[in-house]
């Protein structure tokens, strides 16, 4: 793996590439989760890019953006249908930009990008989930023209 950017790097912002992840691009993926979570989960993205790797298809995308032979964010998404009543629409599972190159607009390049991938699949919609107390992501998807939809998270302590 190449070196993670540094803020001392001073590389221009617009020389950024959005495009389909690679296998070589997990441990950058792991890496920049890691930054902003605290925890390595290496299995999980591996795991996840597998299942996009093998059914790829239309409505789906794993995405990366690369700067100067350096992944600078990413964002996965897919298109699922009639979970709890909903009509088909695109879920954005993921979505990621190293924290020293934000207010970039990569996080949004690579939002349109997957948003462009599920207008080709035929939806209109676009959703995703996120904790409440994480302001610094919510505001960037309100920002988007993202709102609270029509459905509530529930859940349940398994003990």
Not at 7 to 22: C, H, K, M, Q, W
Not at 45 to 65: D, K, N
Not at 94 to 117: K, M, Q, S, W, Y
Not at 140 to 149: D, N, V
Request: aromatic residues 10%; charged residues 25%.
């Amino acid at each position: 793996m190449r070196t993670p950017i540094k803020a001392e790097d001073n590389l221009p912002f617009g020389d950024v590439e959005i495009r389909t992840a690679l296998a070589e691009d997990i441990p950058w993926i792991v890496s920049l989760d890691e930054k902003t979570t605290g925890q390595a989960k290496l299995q999980y993205w591996q795991e996840l890019f597998a299942h996009f790797q093998q059914s790829r298809g239309v409505g789906r995308a794993f995405l990366v953006a690369e700067q100067q032979g350096r992944v600078v964010g990413f964002i996965t998404g897919e298109v699922r249908a009639f979970e709890f009543g909903s009509e088909p629409c695109g879920w954005v599972f993921a979505l990621n930009v190293d924290p020293e190159i934000r207010v970039h607009n990569v996080g949004t390049r690579l939002f349109e990008t997957l948003c462009e991938t599920f207008r080709q699949a035929g939806v209109e919609k676009v959703r995703t989930m996120l904790n409440r107390d994480n302001h610094l992501v919510l505001s960037f998807f309100r920002s988007l023209g993202m709102m609270a939809g029509p459905f509530i998270q529930l859940e349940k302590d398994l003990d």
